[in-house]
């Protein structure tokens, strides 16, 4: 079956480079072995990794172990639903691309959160 995103069709990819996905497949695919629901498609910005690494998770730095090369302001990214709220509630919340962010983000945020930060220079 093919995963749809919160448009309510077929959810597309969202970074390739860097590769982003729970899975690393490209896309942000889950299962219920992705306890951190890693369903928003994002472009992150500067002032949303100075947020998110004061939160404890330095998104910016490169942590070759787990080949990760670390992200810069423009990339593409598959952010944990409740990351993306908790910056949404705190002023900081990156574009949002509505084309590969997963349908269940939709339980932790509303469509309409989603929209008003959606960013419309989607890859596809």
Excluded: I
């Amino acid at each position: 079956m093919t995963a749809k995103n919160v448009l309510g069709t077929e959810l597309l990819p969202c970074s390739y480079d860097p590769l982003t996905g729970y899975f690393r497949d490209g896309c942000c695919n889950t299962d219920e072995s992705d306890l951190g629901s890693h369903l928003v498609c994002v472009r992150v910005t500067p002032e949303f990794l100075a947020f998110s690494a004061e939160r404890g998770n330095d998104l910016a730095t490169a942590r070759p172990e787990y080949r990760f090369a670390g992200l810069q302001p423009g990339d593409r990214w598959c952010l944990c639903a409740n990351r993306w709220r908790e910056a949404l509630e705190a002023g900081f919340a990156p574009p949002v691309v509505l084309e590969s962010t997963h349908a269940n983000a939709l339980k932790f945020v509303t469509k309409a959160q989603l929209e008003k930060r959606r960013f419309h220079n989607a890859l596809h």
